[in-house]
């Protein structure tokens, strides 16, 4: 049961008491102050994955090592992803793309040299609508699945990880993405990386979350190429320094299965 559901089921508790009871017992501002609450948390639920309001994301992953999976959203970009993929080449560190999946449609042979870099694509969902959080659950399914589909046969592999569009979600994405197979993605530190970010700024800002197990998200094409080679460069450069190894966000997945059943603390 998510928590949001539960929040759903007190709220259903507190308005029955209250019809039940009468005012004497329950006055009315009880069940008006529990509505205002179950909205209020509803809504930061859709704004912040991290919650785990509507189902269970994945924001950060319980590492015992200093590692991290850097992500990028939005590509493949003809622009932008060349620039990525040989400044990940030059640090021999892998990533995870999150695709969006008609760029994906019209760009395969870019999925292809992501895949055979040995990075990891997952979904981002097919038209990156800004108001796919208002689609039916069937239209979300098909966002879903349609993306996936595109990688499959670009790559031969199927994603398994999901980030919707913006980050948002409600409870339509969640059973959307369980019924096409994927699990839901957040982050833990995000870039900004507007395009008029400066590359000290973006990696400072990511760096300031940076914990074992850490999700860095970045954007596909948001930079100017140059600016996103440079903060790259920084940012791998910043990660060796401090001791952080970036790595496959299924194997940081991995890595935090195997803690568990070392019984590692967390
Ligand atoms: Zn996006």
């Known amino acids: 049961m998510s928590r949001f559901n539960i ?8 308005l029955i008491a209250w019809a039940l009871m009468g005012q004497a017992l329950v006055p009315n501002w009880v069940p008006i102050a529990a509505l205002v609450v179950h909205v209020a948390l509803a809504a930061l639920g859709v704004a912040f994955l991290e919650m785990q309001w509507f189902g269970p994301a994945l924001c950060r992953c319980r590492s015992i090592a200093k590692e991290v999976a850097i992500t990028f959203d939005d590509g493949p970009t003809p622009a932008g992803t060349p620039a990525i993929l040989d400044a990940l080449e030059q640090a021999r ?13 019209a760009s395969p042979e870019l999925v292809g040299r992501i895949a055979r870099a040995g990075h990891l694509l997952a979904n981002h969902a ?10 039916s659950d069937a239209r979300l399914f098909r966002e879903f699945e ?5 990688l499959e046969q670009a790559c031969g592999e199927r994603p398994s990880f999901l980030r919707p569009p913006i980050g948002l979600s409600n409870p339509g994405v969640f059973r959307a993405a369980a019924r096409a197979g994927l699990r839901v993605v957040g982050w833990s530190a995000r870039a900004m990386d507007t395009p008029s970010g400066r590359p000290e700024r973006i990696v400072a800002r990511l760096c300031r979350r940076l914990r074992p197990g850490a999700i860095l998200m970045l954007h596909d094409g948001k930079l100017p190429p140059g600016a996103m080679a440079t903060t790259l460069r920084i940012l791998l450069d910043r990660l060796r320094e401090l001791g952080y190894q970036p790595v496959r966000l ?7 299965k195997q803690g ?3 019984r590692h603390p967390a």
């Open 146 to 150: 349609d993306t996936s589909r595109v």
């Open 93 to 105: 560190v892998h990533a995870t793309f999150f695709c969006v999946g008609s760029r994906a449609a």
């Open 126 to 135: 097919y038209s990156h609508h800004p108001l796919t959080n208002f689609f």
């Open 7 to 14: 929040s759903t089921a007190a709220l259903a508790a507190v």
């Open 260 to 262: 568990k059943t070392m």
């Open 250 to 256: 299924d194997a940081l997945l991995s890595r935090e």
